[in-house]
């Protein structure tokens, strides 16, 4: 068995759009794609499957959620991947490739990630949103050139880190357009505003109607909730490499 693996049950995703959100700077595109599974009218299709992935289920309201699932809107030809796990340098390679090579297969057309870029310290996260795109075709389409240099959308300059990044790049190895929107937060807390920032311009890039109003509303709890998750998850994952690391000791 491969060492991660995309399972979904659905073989053909041609003409989707594939939107991610995993934790980093701010966990903004974390919260992002939270919002929109429960939002957006979506349904659970599929998880990424790793022994390597910190061993977590989170519960909500008594449902179980995996760490890293896939979910799908047949009407708004929309796929989503959600983590509520960090993922470390090496397996952020490995699940990229793995995500990466299972959306050029089904068919995918277009990839989306959120990311998260920190602010110095003592500024204020603005509304702001930058674009970083693979082609200079995609960067000078129709739909980005709405956008632009207009309610707050720049295109972007310096670097993507991190899963984001590694997405960026083996999606230009398959030629499959990919987009991310940066958004600038803030380390120290989760970030909902941020979050709602990122999904205002998606909603604005796809012409979705993905209500924002219960994310502000709800900020502050869905920023403790949040942070919570991923502080256990983060707890777990060190544990596990201090296990894996004690045992290549003692072999």
Not at 67 to 73: K, L
Not at 110 to 133: K, M, N
Request: hydrophobic share 45%; charged share 25%; aromatic share 6%.
């Amino acid at each position: 068995m491969a060492d991660v693996e995309v399972r979904c049950k659905l073989e053909s995703l041609a003409g989707y759009t594939l939107v991610m959100g995993f934790p980093d700077v701010g966990l903004a595109g974390a919260i992002a794609a939270e919002h929109i599974s429960a939002k957006a009218g979506m349904r659970e299709v599929g998880h990424i499957q790793s022994d390597r992935l910190v061993p977590l289920a989170v519960v909500e309201e008594g449902i179980v959620a995996r760490p890293i699932s896939i979910y799908v809107s047949k009407r708004r030809k929309l796929v989503l991947i959600r983590s509520y796990v960090h993922l470390p340098p090496r397996l952020a390679h490995e699940v990229s490739r793995a995500v990466v090579g299972w959306a050029h297969e089904s068919g995918i057309t277009e990839v989306i990630c959120f990311a998260g870029v920190l602010i110095e310290e003592g500024q204020d996260g603005g509304d702001d949103v930058y674009v970083a795109t693979t082609t200079g075709e995609a960067l000078n389409g129709d739909r980005l050139q709405r956008l632009l240099n207009r309610d707050g959308v720049y295109p972007w300059t310096g670097s993507v880190y991190g899963f984001v990044g590694q997405v960026l790049l083996d999606c230009i190895d398959v030629d499959l357009p990919a987009v991310s929107l940066v958004v600038e937060t803030r380390a120290d807390y989760p970030d909902a505003r941020a979050a709602a920032t990122c999904i205002r311009t998606l909603n604005r890039y796809l012409n979705l109607r993905i209500d924002l109003e219960p994310l502000m509303e709800e900020a502050n709890l869905i920023e403790g909730q949040m942070k919570s998750v991923m502080d256990h998850a983060s707890r777990l994952h060190q544990q596990m490499e201090q296990t894996t690391s004690a045992n290549l000791m003692f072999r």
